[in-house]
């Protein structure tokens, strides 16, 4: 008897921090560990669902679901939102490292691709290789260390590509491309690779949060350069090339209380910039359970390669393999000036990655006739994982934004 009280005792607790439902609170004072009794709290049902149902709940939405296989053989799951079409011009939206599309659909009634949709866009919605709901391959699986070993220049050349063919092939109509930090990346490596394509399938593209290098970065993930050798073999023995997969278990502990989502905050702000006040408690657990995901290893190699050399190159092998992929000892850098298509970025003063002085290296980089505004978010406080999960998304970017999408839809580029 003595032995079932001792398990009970020890399995009980647990089970309410590992298995039991997870609620959401109006405030965060509101949350603890036993908000599983709904004191003040309610069911959040996103925590339990798939970019599909989610969108297919909203009134008169339809979701629509395609798996697309690119040239290298990746299956992608490619999401698309629509209510009543009355836009010229679909909405591609391409997320970040080390999340998935379900961030732009999180957040109710004032999720992105539920605003877009509400103003009559037809709304497309990436999920990169190697992301929960992009794990597929015609040969290989998430087993297999080959799987992983895809870089940030497969996401640009393959996923985005592939995702804006599809797009072009389905509507008949030229694409505005919203990216966001790694999905800004990606962009501009198919854009500048193959201008003839994005010229004919883009209207024009919109960057939040641009990352084209990290030449002054603030983040404490500069500390990590020289051991980067060092964590990628571990990353390799441990996961076969993927970072943290089932990193979302560990963490729901911590979003049963206040003090833990605050201590996953504090985290984040040394790696995206500081700002606690943005925080909103509808949605962090949602933010931190599922909207984080995993990726491959070899992304975050070639991110840490633009903070070692502050150039917009492909990724670096090794002068014997850049010799046989590139004909060159060293990797190319690509060339920003041939983006045919009309760019606006939007940056974050307290963005700790993708910072303002780079944000206008970048512009400068890009043709004089295509540089159509550089916009700081009106709060000072603005990080990188504010453009994601800030609790005033509306107030201080999306009416900027969707002026812009507006004025490319028109054709108009104001500098």
């Known amino acids: 008897m003595r032995k079932y009280i001792l398990s009970f005792v020890f399995i009980l607790p647990l089970s309410i921090l590992f298995v039991s439902s997870i609620k959401v609170c109006k405030t965060f004072q509101d949350y603890s560990v036993f908000n599983f009794l709904g004191h003040n709290c309610m069911d959040n049902p996103i925590l339990n669902r798939n970019i599909t149902e989610i969108i ?16 290298d053989g990746y299956i992608i799951l490619i999401e698309r939102a629509y209510k009543q079409i009355t836009q010229k011009h679909p909405i591609i939206i391409a997320h970040g490292l080390g999340m998935n599309a379900l961030g732009w659909v999180d957040r109710g009634d004032v999720s992105l691709a539920r605003l ?42 393959y996923d985005i590509r592939s995702m804006i063919k599809l797009v072009a092939e389905r509507t008949k109509r030229q694409a505005i491309y919203i990216g966001y930090s790694m999905g800004t990346t990606g962009f501009y490596m198919f854009s500048s690779t193959y201008p003839e394509e994005a010229k004919r ?108 050399i502050s150039n917009f190159t492909k990724f670096d092998y090794g002068k014997e393999k850049n010799l046989k992929m590139y004909g060159t000892a060293t990797a190319p850098r690509y060339d920003l000036s041939k983006i045919p298509v009309p760019l606006s970025l939007f940056v974050g003063e307290n963005d700790w990655l993708a910072t303002l002085t780079n944000a206008k290296d970048l512009m400068a980089a890009i043709r ?48």
């Open 201 to 308: 399938f883009v209207k024009g593209m919109i960057s939040l949060a641009p990352v084209y290098n990290y030449k002054n970065a603030r983040s404490v993930t500069k500390l990590l350069l020289p051991i980067w050798p060092l964590v990628r073999r571990f990353v390799y023995a441990m996961w076969n090339g993927e970072v943290l997969p089932g990193y979302s278990i560990f963490l729901r502990p911590f979003i049963r209380t206040s003090a833990g989502m605050y201590l996953i905050q504090f985290f984040c702000n040394f790696i995206f910039g500081d700002d606690f006040y943005e925080m909103d408690p509808l949605t962090y657990p949602i933010f931190a359970s599922q909207i984080l995901d995993t990726g491959g290893v070899e992304l975050f190699s070639q991110l840490y390669q633009f903070l070692q």
């Open 368 to 415: 004089p006739d295509l540089r159509c505004g550089l916009q700081v978010v009106p709060y000072k406080k603005w990080t990188h994982l504010d453009f994601l999960i800030a609790k005033d998304l509306p107030k201080y970017l999306y009416k900027y934004l969707f002026q812009k999408i507006e004025e490319f839809g028109d054709g108009i580029c104001r500098h």
């Open 56 to 71: 297919r709940d909203w009134p008169g939405y339809t979701a629509e679901e395609y798996y697309l296989t690119t040239e």
């Open 116 to 157: 877009l949709g509400n103003l009559g866009y037809d709304v497309w919605m990436l999920n990169v290789r190697g992301t929960w709901y992009s794990k597929g391959h015609v040969n290989l699986t998430t087993s297999d260390k080959k799987y992983w070993k895809f870089t940030v220049d497969h996401v640009g050349l």
